[in-house]
Structure formats: structure tokens, C-alpha cells
Nanobody, 124 residues
Framework: QVQLVESGGGLVQAGGSLRLSCAAS????????MGWFRQAPGKEREFVAA????????GYADSVKGRFTISRDDAKNTVYLQMNSLKPDDTALYYC?????????????????WGQGTQVTVSS
């Protein structure tokens, strides 16, 4: 069982930056692909970024490409999402997710474990 705890959310002005962290329990973190998703009020949860278990393969949603960077530190059992040039449309609850063995996936249903989320609010 993997438990995920997100942190780093907050209120920021448009154009600002935040770095989200997702700390995972368990000794097999390095064998999990990790993803970030977000859900704005009244909208469905959507894919943001993901990284393979090896860290070699990475994917981004078109809406964040060039602004967000996902990375992982297996020594710290942590995955990060660096968010730059934030826009009001980035306002959402951001979730971390994990799946064992896959490269990475954009599909919510592919992920086995989810965190509780961290709120990101971008003011205009």
C-alpha cells in the first residue's frame, strides 16, 4: 500500500510560481509511475503531468507544457511539480497519483493510489 501526501499549494498572483511536493510512503517508490492531476470547481479531474518509474519518460498536458515541470527524487520518495507563469485557469485542487510498473499514463483510471490534494489558487 502506498500513501501519498501533497503539499506546497497556496495563493499566488498570476505570473507567479509554486512548487508542489508529493511524499510517498513505502520502500518501493522507485517502481511507481507518478502523476499529477487537478480538478477545478464544477469540472472533471484532468491530467497535468506524469513521470515514469525510471524518470526517463515524462508527459504533460498541452495546457501546462513549457510552464510546469515534473520531477522525482527516489531517495526522498517524493515527486515534485514546479509550476511557473501561473494563470488564473490553473486554479484547482491538485492531486498526486501513483501506479506500479507503468511508464506513465494520462488516464485517471490507470492510477492505483491517490493523495488528498493540495489547493492552488491563482489570482488575476
Amino acid at each position: 500500500q502506498v500513501q501519498l501526501v501533497e503539499s506546497g499549494g497556496g495563493l499566488v498572483q498570476a505570473g507567479g510560481s509554486l512548487r508542489l511536493s508529493c511524499a510517498a510512503s513505502g520502500r518501493t517508490f522507485s517502481s511507481y509511475a507518478m502523476g499529477w492531476f487537478r480538478q477545478a470547481p464544477g469540472k472533471e479531474r484532468e491530467f497535468v503531468a506524469a513521470i515514469s518509474w525510471s524518470g526517463v519518460s515524462i508527459g504533460y498536458a498541452d495546457s501546462v507544457k513549457g510552464r510546469f515541470t515534473i520531477s522525482r527524487d527516489d531517495a526522498k520518495n517524493t515527486v515534485y511539480l514546479q509550476m511557473n507563469s501561473l494563470k488564473p485557469d490553473d486554479t484547482a485542487l491538485y492531486y498526486c497519483a501513483a501506479v506500479h510498473g507503468l511508464s506513465w499514463s494520462r488516464r485517471l483510471g490507470s492510477y492505483e493510489h491517490w493523495g488528498q490534494g493540495t489547493q492552488v489558487t491563482v489570482s488575476s
